[in-house]
Structure formats: C-alpha cells, structure tokens
Nanobody, 124 residues
Framework: QVQLVESGGGLVQPGGSLRLSCAVS????????IGWFRQAPGKEREAVSC???????NYANSVQSRFTISRDNAKKTVYLQMNSLNPDDTAVYYC??????????????????WGQGTQVTVSS
C-alpha cells in the first residue's frame, strides 16, 4: 500500500519561500509520477505541479517560474520549492499519484493515493 506524507508547510510572509516534501512509503518511487495539488478554503482543488519518472516537469500557470518540483528517488521523496510566495498561494497542499509514469493529463486524472496535506499560509 503506497502512502504519501507531506511536510514543510507553515506561515510565511509575502515574498518568502518554503520547501514542501512528499515522502513515499510502501513502494519505490522510481517508476511513477507524483503531482502536487492545493486547495484553498471555498475554492476548488488546483493542480500545481507534476514530475514524471523521467524528471520532466509540468506547472500551473499561476506558479510557473516561482515553484520548482524535484524528486530524489533514493530518498523516496518529492519536493516542491516555493519562492516569491503571495497570499493567493495560501492553501492546503497535497501530493498524489496513481502510479502511472507520465504527467499526461495529470490535472484531470483520478489519482488513487493522496497524502494528508500540509497547510501553507502566506500572510504578513
């Protein structure tokens, strides 16, 4: 059973940075894509970023050039480096996967495995 655990959220001032981690257990990480999503209160869930098994990445327009996704297969961890944060980035951030290797259509796929989420709050 694949389990995902997010960490690294917190309170940060506008313009600040955070690095989120998604630790995977119950499986090797090497062969599948992982996506990051977020959901703010009263808003629909938004796909943020995805990294496939070959290290290719996708980003939502809203975070392009500010966020960077990466993976360390040996540590079974996927990271989301978030820079130049603004209040619109405030949300619970989740990582998820369906054990498929690509990010094709990732924002609309029905993903089987989700973490519990980590809260990111951007406020002065």
């Amino acid at each position: 059973q694949v389990q995902l655990v997010e960490s690294g959220g917190g309170l940060v001032q506008p313009g600040g940075s955070l690095r989120l981690s998604c630790a995977v257990s119950g499986s090797t990480l090497d062969n599948y894509a992982i996506g990051w999503f977020r959901q703010a209160p009263g808003k629909e869930r938004e796909a943020v970023s995805c990294i496939n098994r070959w290290m290719s990445t996708n980003y939502a327009n809203s975070v392009q050039s500010r966020f960077t996704i990466s993976r360390d297969n040996a540590k079974k961890t996927v990271y989301l480096q978030m820079n130049s944060l603004n209040p619109d980035d405030t949300a619970v951030y989740y990582c998820a996967t369906d054990l498929q290797p690509t990010c094709a259509g990732w924002s609309h796929r029905s993903l089987d495995y989700w973490g519990q989420g980590t809260q990111v709050t951007v406020s002065s």
